[in-house]
C-alpha cells in the first residue's frame, strides 16, 4: 500500500552490523532477533539476508512470525521466545519452543509423545527482569524435572536482562551471577553443560560476561546503540560507532503553499506563522508512524537542510516550514529518518522528541511503510 512514505532498509547495513556483532563475541554464535518484522525492516528479506551472512539461529516473539519466515523459504532454527499456545505448529513448522514454565514443558512433552516426536526447546529462567522464566529457589531442580520429560530435550537455557544499557553495572551483573549459579548446579546434578545464551544488544556491546555460548542481539543489527549516552563503556563506544543504521523513510513535498504573516497551521492553530511563509505539505502522518508528539517539535530534511515541523502531525498529512530553503519544490524528496546531503536525523533524535526509544521509532515508521530494499554500503 503506497501512502507515500516509502522505507528503504540497506541490507548490506545490516550486514555490516552483524560483522561488528561478530567482531566483540567472536566465535559465540549470533543469535539474530528478528521479531516485529524485524524491527519494522521487514523480516523476511531481513532473515534471508542474515541468513546468507550465515546466521545459524533467528529469533522472533511469535508462532505466526516464525510461520511466515518459513513461508519465505527459511530454514534456519527459529526460537519462538514468547508464545508457544499452538503446538501443532511447533511441530509443523519445526520451530524451538522457549519454555516458561513447568505447566508448559509437560503440555509440549504429552504432544510431542503423541506424535512420536522429540522436540527441542529452550528454557527461560527468570533472574531478575520479572517477565516471563522459571523463578522461585527450586529453578535447578525444576529443570532437572524438565529435562527428564519425555518426547522433549532441554537443549538451552536463557534469560533476559532489565536494565543492562545502564552505567551502573551492579543489577546486570547481579543478574549474571543468579544465571551462573543455575547453570552450575543444573550441570552438576546433569552431567553435561547447557548451551546458554543471555545477552541483548547492550550486553553484546559492554558486558562480555554475559556471552555465553551464544549471545541474542536486536537492536544494533539494525544500526543502533541501547547504551545510554552519558554512559558508555570506552571499548564499547567503538563498536557502537562503527554501526550503521539501516532504515531510511522517503516521503515527498506534496504542495507548496505561500501565506500571509498571522496565518494559523494545522489543528488546533498550535502554529501561527509571524512571517510571510512557504509552508510544505508533507505525505505522512501518525498513520504511518509519525508520532504526533512529533507536532512543532522535530525537523525533517528537504534539499539536505531541516525543515522544522510546523502545527500538529495529521493523520496522513504533516506540514514543515520551507520558508528558509529557496530551493525546495512541490514533489522534492524528504527524508524523515535517515541521511540527506550532510544532514541526518537518526532514530534517537526522534525517541528524544517523542519521549521515547529507537526501538518504537523504527517499529512505528517501519511497520506502517511500503519497504524498498538496497545494497548501499
Ligand atoms: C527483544 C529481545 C532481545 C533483543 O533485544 P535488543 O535490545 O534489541 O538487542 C533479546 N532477547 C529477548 C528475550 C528479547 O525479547
Redesign the pocket.
Known amino acids: 500500500m503506497n501512502r507515500g512514505a516509502i522505507a528503504e532498509i540497506d541490507l548490506s547495513a545490516i550486514a555490516h552490523n552483524l560483522g561488528t556483532v561478530r567482531k566483540i563475541v567472536r566465535s559465540r554464535q549470533v543469535?539474530a532477533?528478528v521479531?516485529?518484522d524485524a524491527?519494522g525492516h521487514g523480516a523476511a528479506a531481513v532473515s534471508k539476508k542474515l541468513v546468507g551472512e550465515g546466521v545459524p539461529y533467528l529469533?522472533v516473539?511469535y508462532i505466526s512470525e516464525a510461520r511466515e519466515l518459513r513461508e519465505a523459504g527459511i530454514n534456519v532454527p527459529i526460537i519462538v521466545?514468547?508464545d508457544h499456545g499452538d503446538y501443532e505448529d511447533i511441530f509443523d513448522l519445526d520451530l524451538i519452543p522457549?519454555v516458561h514454565d513447568i505447566g508448559a514443558a509437560l503440555s509440549l512433552s504429552k504432544a510431542a509423545i503423541k506424535k512420536k516426536a522429540l522436540k527441542k526447546i529452550h528454557v527461560?529462567i527468570d533472574t531478575g527482569?520479572g517477565r516471563?522464566g522459571l523463578n522461585g529457589n527450586r529453578i535447578a531442580d525444576e529443570l532437572v524435572e524438565i529435562s527428564m520429560m519425555p518426547g522433549i530435550e532441554l537443549c538451552g537455557l536463557?534469560s533476559?536482562?532489565s536494565e543492562?544499557?545502564l552505567a551502573d553495572r551492579s543489577y546486570a551483573l547481579l543478574q549474571i551471577s543468579r544465571f551462573n549459579a543455575v547453570r552450575e548446579a543444573v550441570s552438576g546434578k546433569l552431567g553435561r553443560k547447557i548451551f546458554s545464551?543471555f545477552?541483548?544488544?547492550?550486553?553484546?556491546l559492554s558486558l562480555e560476561d554475559a556471552h555465553f555460548d551464544a549471545v541474542?542481539?536486536?537492536?544494533?543489527?539494525?544500526g543502533y546503540s541501547?547504551l545510554a549516552r552519558q554512559t558508555i563503556p570506552s571499548s564499547a563506544f567503538s563498536a557502537e560507532t562503527d554501526l550503521i543504521p539501516a532504515m531510511t523513510i522517503k516521503s515527498k513535498v506534496l504542495c507548496i503553499r505561500n501565506i500571509p504573516p498571522g496565518t494559523p497551521v494545522s489543528y488546533g492553530r498550535t502554529f501561527v506563522t509571524k512571517r510571510k511563509s512557504r509552508i510544505g505539505v508533507i505525505s505522512i502522518g501518525y498513520a504511518d508512524g509519525y508520532s504526533r508528539s512529533f507536532s512543532n517539535n522535530a525537523e525533517i530534511l528537504v534539499r539536505g537542510k531541516r525543515a522544522p515541523v510546523v502545527g500538529r502531525v495529521c493523520m496522513d498529512l504533516t506540514m514543515v516550514d520551507l520558508t528558509d530553503i529557496k530551493s525546495a519544490r512541490e514533489n522534492d524528496e524528504v527524508v524523515i529518518l535517515g541521511r540527506q546531503g550532510d544532514e541526518r536525523i537518526t532514530a534517537d533524535e526522534l525517541a528524544v522528541k517523542a519521549g521515547t526509544i529507537s526501538?518504537e521509532v523504527l517499529t512505528s515508521m517501519g511497520g506502517k511503510s511500503e519497504k524498498t530494499y538496497v545494497e548501499n554500503s
Request: charged fraction near 10%; proline fraction near 6%.
Open positions: 543469535i532477533v521479531k516485529a524491527y529469533a516473539a521466545l514468547f522457549v527461560k527482569m516471563l536463557l533476559h536482562f543492562a544499557d545464551h545477552a541483548n544488544s547492550a550486553a553484546v541474542r542481539p536486536g537492536i544494533v543489527l539494525y541501547p526501538y
